[in-house]
Nanobody
């Protein structure tokens, strides 16, 4: 397993942008997927975006066209660029690393979209 630490969350106005980072304690090169999930108060955790080992991204319909996931294997870091943020994007965002036999989660970072 790897230890994951998210950063970059905060308060932003609707229409604004944020960039989340997820730094891993070890190599992410061998991870099958790296992903971002989010959980809003009173709701279940949901997938936001993931990126495969080969670099192919997948997005939930709610963020497609607004969010971009990327990975830098040399820095063992995954990013989530979030543009055109909406109040409904408010949640705690979690980083996930899915290996062949292991799953790791970060502690989460709060994103609040409000005027």
């Amino acid at each position: 397993q790897v230890q994951l630490v998210e950063s970059g969350g905060g308060l932003v106005q609707p229409g604004g942008s944020l960039r989340l980072s997820c730094a891993a304690s070890g190599s992410i090169f061998s991870m099958n997927t790296m992903g971002w999930y989010r959980q809003a108060p009173g709701k279940q955790r949901e997938l936001v975006a993931l990126i495969t080992r080969g670099g192919w991204p997948n997005y939930s319909n709610s963020v497609k066209g607004r969010f971009t996931i990327s990975r830098d294997n040399a820095k063992n870091t995954v990013y989530l660029q979030m543009n055109s943020l909406k109040p409904e994007d408010t949640a705690v965002y979690y980083c996930n690393a899915q290996g062949l036999l292991t799953t790791s989660w970060g502690q989460g970072t709060q994103v609040t979209v409000s005027s």
